[in-house]
C-alpha cells in the first residue's frame, strides 16, 4: 500500500537494537541504501532549526564561571534546628547540615501501611525504658524468675504498643497489635538475656532530654540510656536495631559521632558540678565516663559494641590494641580528648557557614539523600 501511494518512498531503520545489529525489512532490501547526509546533501544539524539556533547561540555568548562559596556564617539570633544529627550531617557533607538544619529542609514522608522502621525503632526505646524504670539495675533483673521476666516483656510491650496506637490517633487493629506485640516481647527477652551476662550496674538515666551547649550551638540531646558500673563510672548505652560498628567514630569525619558527642557533653557536664562542689573535686580520679557502647537488637541477634577504659569493670567493652590503631589514640583518656577536637572542627566548619558540596564518600553518602535536586552532585559528576 505505501509502494502505490506515492512516487518516493523514504524508508529508515535503527543499525542496532540493544547493542545488537539489525537488518532493514525483506519488503525493501531490494531498494538502494544511502545515508542522511547523501540524501539530504548536507549534514542533519545544520537542517534542524533547533541545534543551529543552539549552536550559534553557545558561541555568540560570554560564559561566564561561577564558584558555589560557603553560607554567611550562624548569629547569635539564628536558631539552629537539631542536635547530634548536625554533627553527622556536616561530618557526611556540609551542604546536607546546611541544607537540613539552617534552611530546614526535609523531604514529605513517604506513605507506609502499618508501621515503618521508626515506629517499631520508638517501641522498642518505649519498652525497654518502662522495664528499667522497673528494674533500676542488673541485681533486680537477675533476681527474677523465667516466667516473671517473660511476664514483664510481655506487659511492656502490650503498653508500648497500645500508647503508640492511640497516639496514631487511627487503631492498628486488635491483630496487628498482638504481632507487634509477640515480636517486641521476644526481642526483649533475647536483650534482656545479654544484659544478665554483663557485670554489676544500675541505671542512672533513661531518655534523658537535654539542652547542651556546644562551641556556639544551641542544641538538643536525648541520650537512650547511662549506666553506673562497681567503680562509679559511666556507660553511655544507644539503643540500635539496625547493623552498627564502632568503626563509625573514628576519623575526623565520623559516620556516627553521637555517642562520641554525648560522651564529651556528659563528661563536661559532670566536671561542672564538680567543680562547683570543692570537697567532691577529688571524690574520684577514674574517668567520668568510662565507655560508650551501642545496644544492638536485632531478631537475628543480640550484642552490646563499644570502647572504654583500659580498667574498666566491663571486659567486653574494655580498651583493646587494635582500637589504638583504628582510632589513632594511645588509650581511653586520648580518644576521648581526639573526639572533643573533631567535633570542635565539626562545629566550628558549620558554624562559620561552611557548605560546600563535598560527600565524604559519594556513593555511599549521597545513596539515601533526598537533597540531590538541590546541590546538583550528579550534574557535577557528567560536568567532571
Not at 541545534?51 to 539552629?80: C, I, M, N, W
Request: proline share 4%; net charge neutral; aromatic share 8%.
Amino acid at each position: 500500500r505505501f509502494l502505490q501511494s506515492c512516487k518516493q518512498l523514504i524508508i529508515s531503520y535503527p543499525k542496532r537494537i540493544d547493542d545488537l545489529p539489525v537488518a532493514v525489512s525483506s519488503l525493501f532490501a531490494k531498494y538502494p541504501e544511502k545515508t542522511i547526509t547523501e540524501l539530504l546533501g548536507k549534514p542533519l544539524e545544520n537542517l534542524v532549526p533547533l541545534l543551529e539556533l543552539k549552536r550559534r547561540h553557545y558561541e555568540s555568548a560570554k560564559l561566564q564561571s561561577f564558584a558555589s562559596g560557603d553560607a554567611p556564617a550562624v548569629t547569635e539570633e539564628e536558631a539552629v534546628r537539631g542536635g547530634s544529627s548536625l554533627f553527622s550531617n556536616q561530618s557526611a557533607c556540609p551542604f546536607r547540615a546546611f541544607s537540613k538544619h539552617r534552611l530546614g529542609l526535609k523531604k514529605l514522608s513517604d506513605p507506609e501501611v502499618g508501621l515503618n522502621a521508626a515506629d517499631r525503632g520508638s517501641l522498642l526505646h518505649r519498652s525497654l525504658e518502662l522495664i528499667w524504670e522497673r528494674l533500676k539495675d542488673q541485681q533486680t533483673l537477675l533476681s527474677l524468675d523465667e516466667h516473671e521476666l517473660i511476664s514483664l516483656s510481655e506487659e511492656t510491650s502490650q503498653y508500648a504498643v497500645t500508647e503508640l496506637s492511640q497516639r496514631r490517633g487511627k487503631s492498628l487493629g486488635a491483630r496487628y497489635q498482638a504481632l507487634e506485640k509477640i515480636r517486641l516481647a521476644k526481642l526483649l527477652l533475647a536483650w534482656m538475656a545479654v544484659e544478665k551476662e554483663r557485670v554489676d550496674f544500675a541505671v542512672e538515666a533513661l531518655e534523658q532530654r537535654q539542652e547542651f551547649r556546644f562551641q556556639q550551638l544551641s542544641l538538643e540531646a536525648r541520650i537512650d540510656r547511662v549506666d553506673r558500673l562497681s567503680d562509679g563510672s559511666l556507660v553511655i548505652v544507644d539503643y540500635k536495631t539496625g547493623v552498627s560498628t564502632i568503626n563509625r567514630w573514628w576519623g575526623d569525619r565520623p559516620d556516627e559521632p553521637q555517642l562520641p558527642l554525648y560522651c564529651g557533653l556528659l563528661e563536661l557536664d559532670q566536671s561542672a558540678l564538680k567543680d562547683k562542689d570543692a570537697d567532691n573535686v577529688q571524690l574520684d580520679k577514674k574517668p567520668i565516663v568510662g565507655a560508650i557502647a551501642f545496644a544492638q537488637i536485632r531478631v537475628d541477634g543480640c550484642s552490646l559494641k563499644g570502647v572504654g577504659a583500659e580498667d574498666l569493670p566491663e571486659p567486653r567493652l574494655q580498651w583493646q590494641d587494635k582500637i589504638q590503631t583504628e582510632a589513632g589514640a594511645y588509650d581511653w583518656s586520648q580518644l576521648k580528648q581526639r573526639w572533643l577536637k573533631v567535633l570542635s572542627a565539626l562545629a566550628n566548619d558549620f558554624v562559620s557557614g561552611k557548605s560546600v558540596v563535598d560527600p565524604k564518600q559519594p556513593n555511599k553518602t549521597c545513596q539515601y539523600c533526598d537533597l540531590a535536586a538541590l546541590c546538583r552532585i550528579n550534574h557535577q559528576e557528567v560536568s567532571a
